[in-house]
Nanobody
């Protein structure tokens, strides 16, 4: 069973940067899609960025495109989210997720369908002040 743990959240001023990390334990498979989702109070959980480790293909939500970068370190079983030029609307709990099965996804499937992901971390809070 895949286990995920996020770290790196915190408070940052608008325009600043933050890097989130997600470590996977027990089983890491490069054919499992991995993604970052976020959930702000009173809002639905939304996909932010996703990566298919096997090919390195990445997907981004329009709201973060050009500001956030998802990456991986296969040797360390790590996934990262580099957040730059953050905005107050980026404030949320950020979750990493893994599909747990081998299947390539389209962008809309990777970011728009939470049910594609079997495994989730506990989340890390990001707060952006103006």
């Amino acid at each position: 069973q895949v286990q995920l743990a996020e770290s790196g959240g915190g408070s940052v001023q608008a325009g600043g940067s933050l890097r989130l990390s997600c470590v996977t334990t027990r089983i890491y498979n490069t054919r499992y899609y991995m993604a970052w989702f976020r959930q702000a109070p009173g809002k639905e959980r939304e996909g932010v960025a996703a990566i298919y480790p096997f090919t390195g293909v990445t997907h981004y939500a329009d709201s973060v495109k050009g500001r956030f970068t998802v990456s991986q370190d296969k040797d360390k079983n790590m996934m990262y989210l580099q957040m730059s030029d953050v905005k107050p609307e980026d404030s949320a709990i950020y979750y990493c997720a893994a599909t747990g099965y081998s299947l390539a996804l389209t962008s809309s499937q990777a970011l728009g369908v939470r049910e594609n992901y079997m495994y989730w971390g506990q989340g890390t809070q990001v707060t952006v002040s103006s």
